[in-house]
Every structure is written in C-alpha cells, then in structure tokens.
C-alpha cells in the first residue's frame, strides 16, 4: 500500500470545478471547458506522497516548464493558453497555476533516456535490454547510450508504479500511428532539450513527458523537463560506474532510506515528516536546476 500520507481536501474557488488531486498536482476546470492546473508544493518519493511541503516547488515546476516550453514550440506544440490567475483563485496560487487546453490524453507515459541508470539499469543488467531494446556490453550506472532511446511506460495510478513496457505494448494499446508519432517526439523533444542542458553543464540523463491530441494534433502538455520528470546530473561531476550526483529528490529519497528515519521502505507504514535541513537543502537543488538551465535568478 502507498499512496497520499494525508490527501489533502481540495481548495473549492467559485467558477471552477475540481477534477483530480495528484501527486504534485490540482486539477481544474473552468466555465469556458479549459483546465486549470495547480503545481503544489507536494513531495513524492517511492510512490508516496509526504506529509512534508517543499517551499517553492510548485512554482519552480510552473516557470521552468514554461522556459522549455518556450525552447521547444517549434518542434512540439504544447497546451498552455495563459498564466493569468483564475477570478477568484487565491494569491498564493499565483506563478504556479496554468490555464491549460483540454486534451485527448495518450495513457502512455513517453520516457527518453541518454544515459543508463534506474529502472533501465537494473533491466540492462538482467538482460542487457531495456524495454525489450537490445544495448551494448560493458555498460555502467550513468553509461551514456549509444543513441538515445524511446522506453516506455504506463500511467499509475497515485501509489503505484509506473510499469515499463515495449514500444510493441503502446502500439498494441494505441495504435501504430499514435505510438510512432510519440516516439518520433519524445526523442527529437528529448534531444533539443539535451543539446541545451548540455550547454549549461547540465546532463539530461532521462526524462518522461505527456502527449495528448487536440483534435488531429499531438500536444506536449503537462510539466515538461522538470526536476520531478527529468534526471539532471551536474556535467563536471559525470563519472560512469556510480550513481551521479543530481538536481532532484535525492535528498528526500537518500535520508528515507537511512537509518535516521526509521522507516522501513517495504512495510505498509507510511513515511515520516521530513527534517527542516532536507526540505532546504531539496529546495537548494530544485532552484539551483532552474537557475543552471534559463541563467536566471530565482
């Protein structure tokens, strides 16, 4: 069992109707049909939600998936209509909320990978493939492939686990149209993105995106190249071999699994409140990803 620690009772504003509380995640939908998208302050980590916020995460999401977006429209088009704040929404919503278009979602959840690590890795070193694709010998944790991959995955349900699955499984559940035009924009999206962290010392080790169609167009929606969807692993500090230090959850999933926690990962309990020197020191790396990549001050 996991899931929420303590699911929180969502926020009711006049003109809007809730639809669905996520991870990190509110959603919306206004009168004119439009989603409205909340980024939380919400943490995550091995398929829980915790009871402990990290300040300024939501908006970190919000800005730096609205730069990539910026990065990418000419190769993806994507669903944002407006960051103006609803009528009657709360101030502190302000940075964090995207008035979104209301898409068909492809409940496939598009994973691109650049260097070998995760799920991947322990796949790799079972079979020495990941998601059924065949790759070299002698590769380590933090190995860059040979040429970036398309890995697949499903959507879980909040408290379960993403399941990776072949590009033959998406093509049996969506069609072989739909799963070569998802693989053909993850990989060149995913690509553009590497080229442009890369720039800023930044590796783009992997990274998961969301598609949905407004009517025959395929749409780039959700949070984009984030440090909740991305791998980020400082450049001159790559060493293939051992895990690779990186802007992201770490330190959350680091201290649950020490011993200063006292949580046991594998009982049905859920995990404890996190210490003040996590949340700033997650909080740190959260912003550090987004000034290293736009070059902007937070």
């Known amino acids: 069992m996991s899931g929420f620690v303590e699911k929180p009772e969502p926020l009711q504003v006049p003109g809007l109707v809730h639809l669905h509380t996520g991870k990190v995640r509110d959603l919306y939908r206004n009168e004119a049909g439009d989603l409205v998208m909340v980024a939380s302050d919400r943490m995550s980590a091995y398929d829980w939600v915790l009871p402990t916020l990290i300040p300024d995460k939501g908006r970190v999401l919000t800005q730096l998936s609205l730069w990539w977006f910026d990065q990418l429209t000419d190769l993806a088009p994507n669903h944002v209509i407006s960051t103006e704040l609803p009528a009657g929404a709360p101030a502190d919503w302000q940075g964090r909320t995207l008035i979104c278009k209301s898409l068909d979602m492809v409940p496939v959840e598009c994973v691109a990978r650049g260097y070998l690590t995760?799920?991947?890795?322990v796949e790799y070193n079972q079979s020495r493939t990941v998601c059924g694709l065949a790759l070299p010998e002698g590769l380590t944790d933090g190995s860059e492939l040979p040429t970036p991959i398309f890995t697949p995955a499903t959507k879980a349900e909040v408290g379960e686990h993403d399941e990776n699955v072949s590009y033959e499984e998406v093509v049996r559940q969506v069609g072989e149209e739909t799963a070569s035009a998802l693989r053909e924009?993850?990989?060149a999206v995913y690509s553009r993105a590497r080229d442009?962290?890369?720039e800023r010392g930044v590796l783009l080790a992997d990274t998961k995106f969301e598609f949905g169609y407004d009517g025959e167009t395929l749409i780039l929606a959700d949070e984009v190249l984030t440090p909740d969807s991305s791998r980020f692993w400082p450049a001159g500090e790559w060493q293939p071999g051992r895990a690779q230090p990186s802007f992201d959850k770490q330190f959350v999933r680091d201290w649950?699994?020490?011993a200063e926690s006292?949580?046991?990962r594998k009982s049905e309990q859920p995990p404890p409140a996190l210490p003040?020197?996590?949340?700033?020191?997650?909080?740190?790396?959260?912003?550090?990803a987004y000034e290293r990549l736009t070059g902007v001050s937070w």
């Open 276 to 288: 003040q020197e996590v949340v700033d020191a997650t909080r740190a790396k959260y912003i550090e």
């Open 118 to 121: 995760g799920s991947g890795l």
């Open 262 to 264: 006292g949580w046991d």
């Open 196 to 198: 442009i962290a890369r």
């Open 256 to 258: 649950l699994t020490s």
């Open 185 to 187: 924009a993850t990989l």
